[in-house]
Nanobody
Framework: QVQLVESGGGLVQPGGSLRLSCAASGFTFRRYAMSWYRQGPGKERELVAAITSAGGITNYADSVKGRFTISRDNAKNTAYLQMNSLQPEDTAVYYC????????WGQGTQVTVSS
């Protein structure tokens, strides 16, 4: 059974940091590119960051460049999103996605940035 389980979300003050994790099971994680998306209140789901299967190439939305870092540990079947200097506009449900010849989504984790 394929599963992507996000964790690490929560409430944080502006300027704070969170690290999201996406634990994968049920498929060959190392073959899949991984990405993080988010959907804020009343907004469309948007791509935040992506990383290739071996981790050699990453890309980021302009809005998070320099603040967020995507990474992966293929030995642990886990992808990460380190989020620094969080701002209220980063408030959203964050989803991880796995892409190869199939596409899998996690259930999402809520990130709320508020004082």
């Amino acid at each position: 059974q394929v599963q992507l389980v996000e964790s690490g979300g929560g409430l944080v003050q502006p300027g704070g940091s969170l690290r999201l994790s996406c634990a994968a099971s049920g498929f060959t994680f190392r073959r899949y590119a991984m990405s993080w998306y988010r959907q804020g209140p009343g907004k469309e789901r948007e791509l935040v960051a992506a990383i290739t299967s071996a981790g050699g190439i990453t890309n980021y939305a302009d809005s998070v460049k320099g603040r967020f870092t995507i990474s992966r540990d293929n030995a642990k079947n886990t992808a990460y999103l380190q989020m620094n200097s969080l701002q209220p506009e980063d408030t959203a449900v964050y989803y991880c996605k796995a892409d190869w010849y199939m596409e899998y989504w996690g259930q999402g984790t809520q990130v709320t940035v508020s004082s």
